[in-house]
């Protein structure tokens, strides 16, 4: 075992990759072709056998068949059997030979069969190529081999591991096989000082991966370990402790956020105008629905523009909610000023029709919304994950929060605006066009929902219903944070998302949802106009 | 006003008699069947498809010819995702429009609201979606899946193939995930699997923000041994929930998700490249290799002229479903409830993945497991594939119910017979 590993790595190292297939023959003793093409007859047992076979040619340039493997790319061509890594290519597939990489010809789809891959072969390919690409030239290969291994450790790997280590020149890779290193070292026959010495560096890279992998190795190893393990474990544990408080708070924000976002619009219709405005949820909705349609053009005439897409959607959702806002003040809200009940049944009404309209047009199933690659994934901050798509809406949500303050505060229409909430026979009488104020009021607090719609359609359900699950946590927070106030609604949609955050991981979801309506009806009690109150004469009238 | 209200009670009246001259001439030459699915509210998203289905495969029936010579009309109602209006809806179709069957519902609570209505009114009601068990009317067949049609055989092959010792249970808080948990729980643990080792967790209907759950998942999970979750979770929930776990970067290779209520068309609205690997267990797959698949996804494609319609479990079922009542009902030669609830029992029919499906005496259909995972393409590719399987309607690991049989042949005739005591007669009805 230990000679064919050597072997193998000296001539990974040393020879080119023109010299390898010599070896792989001379070496291995099996022809990789051959063990490819068994794969066409391999149930998942023996298809793992067959890659760890394939594994250990050591030849490089199985790599992009074994990846074909695990994207389920690799076919078999019935008449012969012979597999082929296959790109789809019209009706037809582009056959491509697994190991010399050269074109095979087409191939109708019904004339190859698709390799079957299962969740258990992919970890078992992923870890082989690994293996394979650790002492890769491009750096980003290298680490994404070390990355490989640690998820997938194997004591088989470990002398290829060192060689690499050895050979590394770049801090990152080399830390990355570091670690893998010592994980891989637990399952192995090391000695007991070894293990002992791999277990130090497992604690101080730290991580939750790291306690798993602990515990994890921990049944297996040496009696005489039991201690370190336990030592290292707590003291990656209260590491932690830490970073999870961390990372609760950012989940309340992000949560908050939304929460936000939902209610920023309500916090003028609402909040500012009065309007029991019921169908602000489906303002949410059509602003989603917008980002759907415009991706849906974006896609089938410029593609390129993907990652713009949002904010192609942001002036168009704002245009379509603002003008349907418009028109339900104009055409609805404006006979039942003073009249709360009926407003409330109206547009109660209104929020049902808009849903079936759009059920009518888009049918009721859910719309799929993409995210552009800048909102995908994530990046870890010490002991926390954070994700791309929270993160930008979090920086949305707010920026929004301070755009409507200063329109409200700093131009002439905010300024119409509120001497016309405050006292509309006085703004009347000093000439301002009071309805109109109104209606373009309510078109701004819809036109800031359906902005609100944009973002909301990158982590929810884009479907007739979206706005319904929105519409009480919206009222809950402009109550909460006081009626009539921006920062009122911003204190409150973060401190509510907080909360929740905090109640979730001791008291469960539910539980946590009840309790803090429970909270809110206690905190309404004791202060009726909520966080902010507004104070004078304005509130009376 | 006035003039408002006259035309209108006009107009009412001019619908009122066409209607009833309608179903005058319709008593003869028609067979009226009751489609009874929300085309609104928030199950519309999943039931709107169903009532498609209903009416592609009467289309279809009259084509070949109608069923003992007349022609099939379906009564579609709206029962607009309220259970106490599924009950009002279900009782008109039966007393006014008498309908000969009706196919519906959805979620359980709809089902156990219209279940005293058919009893009362001795109709028939065919149920096309996966529960809890847990129950056996005389007038009701589930074509859906059992817990043992499902869940059992998904945990079985996590098991297996990927050696999963760790379990999350995550489910919406409602009754089925409640059930098919306890039950799963209980299974778990007569395999040996330690308390310690499963965590259950419910959320709220429609839940959307997954963060802390998907982390504690995370964390659940980083104890050393092979974890897998077991997601009951319902509906809208599950898109944010997929999303934020590829977000959080958990691979299927990592922490494979088995869902239960996730298939072709909930996938529609989502970008599945971070998911592929992930797993659902369903009796169908539109993937499903069979000329009648083929088949049937053609027509469905022509009916509802969209080309990117997907097919899916509940789709399955319901096929099953009216195909076995318009078999039971040419055996009987006649519509009337009585007869065709004898002459059903045995029918077998064609399924879709290429088999065929029996009702079996407990108002229960066999049919295979497959477990599936999700492609880059947002379809299922099929892992396993089992023998057809019985659905148990009560559990046979929940100590309430593991005496209590079902069967509706007479003379025993008999929802919830206890093997025990010997008696009918039991828990539930």
């Not at chain 1, 637990?186 to 010495?197: I, M, P, T």
């Not at chain 2, 408002?4 to 066409?18: E, F, I, N, P």
Request: with cysteine.
């Amino acid at each position: 075992m230990m000679i064919k590993f050597f072997l193998r790595v000296f001539f990974l190292c040393v020879v080119s990759a023109l010299a390898l297939p010599s070896y792989a023959q001379s070496g291995a003793g099996a022809d990789p072709r051959s063990l490819i093409d068994a794969l066409s007859k391999a149930d998942f047992g023996e298809a793992e056998k067959l890659i760890g076979q394939l594994a250990a040619t050591g030849d490089a340039r199985l790599v992009p068949a074994l990846n074909a493997f695990s994207e389920g790319d690799l076919y078999f061509r019935k008449s012969d059997n012979l597999v082929f890594i296959g790109k789809s290519a019209g009706s037809n597939y582009e056959l491509i030979d697994p190991v010399t990489g050269a074109s095979a010809g087409q191939a109708a789809k019904n004339a190859v069969t698709k390799i079957k891959i299962n969740n258990s072969l992919r970890r078992v390919i992923r870890s082989a190529m690994g293996g394979l690409t650790l002492l890769s030239p491009d750096r980003g290969v290298r680490l994404q081999a070390a990355d490989a291994v640690l998820r997938s450790p194997s004591a088989e790997n470990l002398e290829l591991l060192e060689t690499a280590i050895s050979k590394e020149t770049d801090g990152e890779v080399k830390a990355r096989m570091v670690e893998a290193r010592a994980v891989s070292l637990l399952s192995s026959d090391r000695s007991v000082d070894e293990k002992r010495a791999a277990i130090q560096t497992i604690k101080n890279y730290g991580g939750r991966n790291a306690i798993g992998i602990l515990m994890g190795a921990s049944a297996s190893l040496d009696p005489s370990l039991k201690a370190d393990v336990d030592a290292a474990i707590a003291s990656i544990e209260s590491g932690q402790r830490l970073w999870d408080i961390g990372q609760n708070v950012w989940y309340g924000v992000s949560l908050g956020s939304v929460l936000l976002l939902a209610a920023i619009g309500l916090a003028i219709t609402f909040g500012v105008m009065g309007i029991i405005n019921m169908a602000h949820g489906e303002m949410v909705m059509l602003g989603a629905y917008s980002t759907f349609v415009v991706q849906q053009v974006i896609r089938d005439s410029a593609p390129g523009l993907f990652d713009w897409s949002l904010a192609i959607a942001l002036p168009v959702a704002f245009l379509v909610t603002g003008a349907v806002g418009f028109v339900i003040e104009r055409g609805v809200i404006r006979f039942l000023y003073g009249r709360p009940l009926e407003t409330l049944l109206a547009t109660w009404g209104v929020s049902l029709i808009l849903q079936q309209t759009i059920r009518s047009i888009f049918g009721p199933t859910n719309q799929e919304v993409g995210n552009p690659s800048w909102m995908s994934g994530s990046f870890p901050v010490g002991g926390m994950t954070i994700t791309w798509n929270r993160m930008w809406i979090i920086a949305f949500s707010l920026s929004i929060f301070v755009a409507l303050l200063v329109v409200m505060k700093k131009s002439s229409f905010g300024l119409n605006m509120r001497a016309v909430t405050q006292n509309r026979r006085m703004a009347s009488s000093m000439g301002i066009k009071t309805p109109w104020v109104d209606a373009f009021t309510f078109a701004l607090g819809s036109g800031i929902a359906g902005i609100a719609g944009v973002a909301l359609s990158q982590i929810d359900n884009v479907s007739p219903n979206l706005g319904q699950s929105y519409i009480i946590d919206s009222f809950m927070v402009v109550v909460f944070g006081g009626v009539g106030n921006l920062w009122g609604t911003l204190v409150g949609a973060l401190s509510l998302g907080v909360l929740n955050k905090f109640l979730e991981p001791s008291v469960g979801a539910v539980l946590g949802k009840i309790l803090v309506l429970v909270l809110i009806i206690l905190f309404i009690q004791k202060r009726p106009r909520g966080l902010f109150a507004l104070k004078g004469r304005a509130v009376e009238a | 006003m006035t003039f408002k209200s006259k035309l209108g009670g006009a107009l009412l009246a001019a619908v009122m008699s066409t209607t009833a001259l309608q179903g005058a001439f319709a008593a003869d030459d028609t067979i009226k069947i009751g489609v009874l699915h929300s085309l609104s509210g928030t199950m519309a998203i999943s039931e709107t498809t169903l009532k498609d289905v209903m009416l592609m495969l009467v289309a279809e029936q009259n084509k070949k010819g109608g069923v003992l010579g007349k022609k099939l009309e379906a009564v579609v109602v709206d029962p607009a995702s309220d259970w106490p209006l599924f009950a009002e809806k279900a009782r008109q179709l039966i007393s006014k429009d008498k309908v000969a069957a009706v196919f519906g519902c959805w979620t359980s609570s709809s089902r156990k609201s219209v279940l005293p209505v058919f009893e009362e009114l001795n109709s028939i009601l065919f149920y096309p979606v996966q529960y809890e068990g847990e129950e056996s009317s005389r007038n009701i067949f589930y074509t859906g899946a059992a817990p043992n049609q499902q869940a059992i055989p998904a945990v079985d092959y996590l098991a297996k193939e990927e050696g999963v010792k760790r379990w999350v249970l995550a489910g919406t808080d409602y009754v089925y995930p409640q059930t098919t948990n306890k039950i799963l729980k209980a299974y778990l643990m007569s395999k040996g699997v330690a308390e310690s080792d499963i965590m259950i967790n419910y959320t709220p209907f429609g839940h959307s923000d997954w963060q802390t759950i998907v982390s504690d998942i995370k964390k659940f999970g980083s104890a050393g041994k092979k974890t897998a979750v077991v997601s009951t979770i319902n509906g809208d929930a599950n898109v944010p929930f997929y999303k934020e776990l590829g977000n959080q970067g958990i691979k299927a290779e990592d922490i494979p998700v088995v869902a239960f209520s996730v298939g072709e068309e909930e996938l529609a609205g989502l970008d599945t490249k971070p998911l592929v690997g992930h797993l659902a267990a369903w009796n169908y797959f539109q993937s499903v290799d069979a000329d009648v698949n083929a088949e049937f996804i053609k027509e469905w494609k022509a009916f509802t002229k969209n080309d990117k319609r997907v097919t899916n479990d509940p789709m399955e079922a319901a096929y099953i479903g009216f195909n076995a009542w318009v078999k039971a009902v040419e055996a009987a030669g006649t519509t009337n409830t009585d007869a065709v609830l004898d002459s059903i029992i045995g029918v077998s029919v064609p399924n879709l993945s290429g088999g065929t499906s029996t009702v079996m005496p407990n108002h229960h259909i066999t049919k295979p497991v497959l477990i599936g995972e999700i492609q880059a393409d947002g379809q299922f590719d099929i892992v396993q594939e089992t023998a057809p399987v019985v659905g148990d309607e009560w559990s046979d690991y929940l100590p309430d119910s593991k005496n209590l049989i079902s069967d509706w042949r007479k003379p025993m005739s008999c929802g919830n017979f206890n093997v025990a005591s010997g008696k009918c007669g039991g828990k539930g009805s």
